[in-house]
């Protein structure tokens, strides 16, 4: 493989990275991410769950939580009516 090749494969890598690190660049993100991972609960927490550790409106959460699941960083489920 000649270096060309080589430079078009990591620009590749970057462009499939760019939503995933354009999500996790964001500080309200990363502090929305370390509250889902410090949470002992295996189903996953609600938008109301996180809005209380974050401080942050349930509108703000909901968006920051799209913007990491449209960029396959947090999975969402349903169970009923509630999201998790």
């Known amino acids: ?7 078009n494969i990591i620009k590749e890598d970057f462009i499939n990275c760019q939503k995933v690190l354009l999500a996790i660049g ?4 990363q502090s929305t991410l370390l509250v889902l991972m410090g949470t002992d609960c295996q189903t996953g927490l ?11 409106s349930r509108p703000a959460v909901s968006h920051h939580l799209k913007v990491l699941r449209d960029a396959g960083v947090i999975l969402m489920h349903k169970e009923g009516t509630k999201l998790y």
């Open 1 to 7: 493989m000649n270096k060309q090749d080589q430079l």
């Open 26 to 29: 964001d500080e309200t993100r």
């Open 46 to 56: 609600r938008v109301g769950e996180i809005t209380e550790q974050t401080h942050l």
